[in-house]
């Protein structure tokens, strides 16, 4: 296996070398590296530095980059662990080069995960983490990660494969991003409550291809009960832009008040707010003295999360402008025109486009769809 040196952040590791010339490089190496996934291991570097638990497993270690980077720019006490024997080898050749005192271990997740456990669990899967979420609830005391790249399954567009995995309907709509995050954290929460255990949002955001979570959890059945409280649908009518949000694990009938057709419920999934009140501002105070190999991107995403309402879904304006069937003005006309009705509005971090308010729909057309 001919490999490579690469650096990120301050840590410099060895690579499979990767055909540059395919559709998807990553694909092409023995081991898994994606470069592209620069700025979720940054923001958790950053993360690890503010919530500093006192141990830390990469539970999918492949090159071990992730677990290598937190013990180096971190300085917490690392576990790496794969199960590839192939992962395993150069996870090991990398750690002896680090010289750092990095734990490294040959075991699948879920058997780890059912034996022994960390103050922090880093999932990185290719793919679901669907099938090791159970064990590293149990695995985990303090703070559970978890990425899920199959954003097909959790938006809508596979429909039956998402609701296999993450026992819940998502619906393609133009806020799919949003909905495949609260699903996947709604399918946690699930798994975590009936160990009489709650969640709460550390940070928590959708990118690219890409999902992922910054979790805290907590003991105790109280609370449980209040994230489960949590968790609920959005019922989206099929033939015009109308939703509403909904609390509970059984779904009521509701009728689109726009139209008169029956809204068709999304979830069960999250509700509410992603993100702990002030991590952002946090993190980008971090980003400032650590500078980031994404450092551009990386704080483009904060001030974007850290402006975004806790709406569970969002409108993208451009989507309702060719719906009324006229030009879309610029966004920043649109939020002023919401917010002079007195209602809240922000932009959001899914979508370029996108609009989070607590105006009703109607105030929201009028917004897009005035004249200069």
């Known amino acids: 296996m001919e490999l490579v040196e690469i650096t990120e952040g301050k840590t410099t590791v060895l690579i499979p070398v990767q055909d540059d010339t395919t559709q998807f490089p990553p694909g092409s190496a023995p081991i898994f590296f994606n470069r592209r996934m620069e700025l979720n291991r940054d923001v958790t570097i950053l993360l690890l530095s503010i919530l500093q638990p006192s141990d830390y497993l990469d539970a999918m270690g492949a090159t071990g980059i992730r677990g290598i980077r ?32 990095i734990k490294v271990i040959e075991r699948d997740a879920n058997a780890l995960l059912s034996e022994q456990s960390f103050d ?29 790249t199959d954003t097909a399954p959790l938006c ?4 039956k494969a998402g609701i296999r995995r993450y026992g ?44 992922r979570l910054h979790l805290r959890i907590l003991r105790g059945a109280k609370a449980a009960d209040e994230t489960l ?8 009518c099929k033939k015009c832009p109308y939703r509403e949000e909904q609390a509970g694990l059984h779904t009521v009938s509701i009728t689109c008040p726009l139209c008169g057709e029956p809204l068709h419920p999304i979830g069960p999934l999250w509700l509410g707010s992603i993100q702990r009140d002030g991590i952002t501002k946090e993190l980008k105070t971090l980003a400032d003295t650590h500078e980031p190999g994404s450092k551009k991107d990386l704080l483009k995403l904060l001030d974007a999360c850290e402006e975004e309402l806790p709406t569970s879904s969002f409108y993208d304006y451009h989507v309702l402008a060719k719906r009324l069937g006229c030009s879309p003005p610029a966004i920043s006309v649109v939020l002023e025109r919401i917010r002079a ?29 005035a004249q200069q």
């Open 341 to 369: 009705g007195g209602y809240a509005v922000s932009r959001t971090h899914f979508s370029g486009y996108g609009i989070k308010t607590d105006a009703p729909l109607e105030i929201v057309f009028d917004a897009i769809s």
């Open 70 to 101: 937190v013990a180096t720019e971190c300085g917490i006490p690392v576990t790496i662990s794969d199960r590839e024997p192939s992962a395993i080898n150069l996870i090991r050749k990398n750690t002896e080069r680090s010289g750092l005192a």
């Open 120 to 148: 922090a669990v880093d999932l990185d899967p290719f793919g679901t983490p669907a099938w090791v979420i159970d064990a590293a609830i149990r695995g985990t005391r303090r703070f559970l990660f978890v990425t899920a």
């Open 168 to 211: 819940a309907e998502p619906m393609n709509t133009e806020y799919h991003s949003e909905v495949g995050l609260r699903i996947l954290l709604g399918f946690v929460v699930r798994e975590t409550v009936k160990y009489d255990r709650g969640i709460e949002p550390v940070f928590c955001y959708a990118r690219e291809h890409f999902t």
């Open 156 to 159: 809508g567009a596979h429909l």
């Open 229 to 236: 409280s949590h968790i609920g649908f959005i019922h989206q």
